[in-house]
């Protein structure tokens, strides 16, 4: 059974930064592509960014590009998301993700596995 652990959430003001990580376990990693997403308060799940099983390719929302950043480290089993020039409306609950396909994943539906979550709150 695949375990997603995510960390590194808090709060910061607008343009800081923040360095989430999500640590996988129970299965081999580098079998499955990875992905975040986020809730916002009285909103929907949506996608933020996701990676394939090596690294070399990603995808990013609109609203994220050129801000946030994802990675991975297959010998270490985790993603990170590394989240620069924060924005008040980057708040919100956010979840790792697994699919077992190496290549990317853009919807919440081809996601297998799921993280608790970690909140990051921007203030203006």
């Known amino acids: 059974q695949v375990r997603l652990a995510e960390s590194g959430g808090g709060w910061v003001q607008a343009g800081g930064s923040l360095r989430l990580s999500c640590a996988f376990s129970g299965r081999t990693f580098s079998s499955y592509g990875m992905g975040w997403f986020r809730q916002a308060p009285g909103k929907e799940r949506e996608f933020v960014t996701c990676i394939n099983w090596s690294g070399s390719r990603t995808y990013y929302a609109d609203s994220v590009k050129g801000r946030l950043t994802i990675s991975r480290d297959n010998a270490r089993n985790t993603v990170t998301l590394q989240m620069n020039s924060l924005k008040p409306e980057d708040t919100a609950v956010y979840y790792c993700?697994?699919?077992?396909?190496?290549?990317?994943?853009?919807?919440?539906?081809?996601?297998?596995?799921w993280g608790q979550g970690t909140q990051v709150t921007v203030s203006s």
């Open positions: 993700a697994a699919r077992l396909h190496s290549v990317l994943g853009y919807k919440e539906t081809e996601y297998d596995y």
